[in-house]
């Protein structure tokens, strides 16, 4: 089975805090998504990894960062947090070498800010 | 830009009817995906389409893709009550791995 961990599962944090998202994967998969979830919108990619030290920007990556200094680590970054940011933020993976390229999803962190 | 639409977002539906979620994409796309969420849970994989005229099909989903027509459908035959989740569709962009994903359509059923 494939298994994706995310460090939290609730957070609650106030505007101006750094936050860090943790994604933890133990299937040896390259490329590794930061998507938020909000209601009506669906999911929106912040940012994606292939490799180690790589990182891509997503379709909404202002007020992000990552960090993928591990390949089965990919930390999701809030430098300033802000209310606006107050969502479901879900890591997904993918082989790299599957032919169907299917993406696997953890159990998301539904982050507050204050 | 890549667009994906789904259709209906909100469906409330009884036990034993049939129905069918539709979802619609902008641009050229060889491959779609469609995934359930429970509330409070993460995404499922449900199916992946490969290919024009690909049909999946799991218990009482069926999923297609028409590449023509951009247009993938997910049906419902005989619903039950174990079904009411939210269904998204995701369309990936040639060339690259990243996915484009539909609003989503909460399905209800009522027993």
């Known amino acids: 089975d494939v298994k994706v961990t995310q460090s939290s599962r609730y957070l609650v944090k106030r505007t101006g805090e750094k936050v860090f998202l943790e994604c933890v994967q133990d299937?040896?998969?390259?490329?590794m998504f930061w998507y938020r979830q909000d209601p009506g919108l669906g999911l929106r990619l912040i940012y994606f990894s292939y490799d180690v030290k790589m990182k891509e920007k997503g379709d909404i990556p202002e007020g992000y960062s990552v960090s993928r200094e591990k390949k089965e680590r990919f930390s999701l970054i809030l430098e300033s947090a802000s209310t606006n940011q107050t969502s479901m933020y879900l890591c997904?993976?993918?082989?790299?070498?599957?032919?169907?390229?299917?993406?696997?999803f953890g159990p998301g962190t539904r982050l507050t800010v204050l | 830009e890549l667009k994906v639409e789904q259709n209906p977002l909100f469906l409330s539906m009884q036990e034993g009817k049939n129905y069918t979620i539709y979802c619609n994409y902008s641009t050229t796309s060889d491959r779609l995906y469609w995934y359930r969420q429970d509330p409070g849970k993460s995404l499922e994989s449900l199916f992946v389409l490969l290919s024009n005229g690909a049909v999946k099909q799991e218990g009482r989903l069926m999923a297609s893709l028409d590449t023509k027509a951009r247009l993938s459908t997910l049906h419902i035959t005989a619903a039950v009550h174990d079904l009411s989740a939210t269904y998204f569709c995701a369309v990936i962009i040639q060339g690259a791995q990243k996915l484009v994903f539909g609003q989503g359509t909460r399905l209800t059923i009522n027993p």
């Open positions: 299937m040896d998969h390259e490329n």
């Open positions: 997904a993976i993918s082989p790299g070498t599957d032919h169907t390229d299917t993406q696997y």
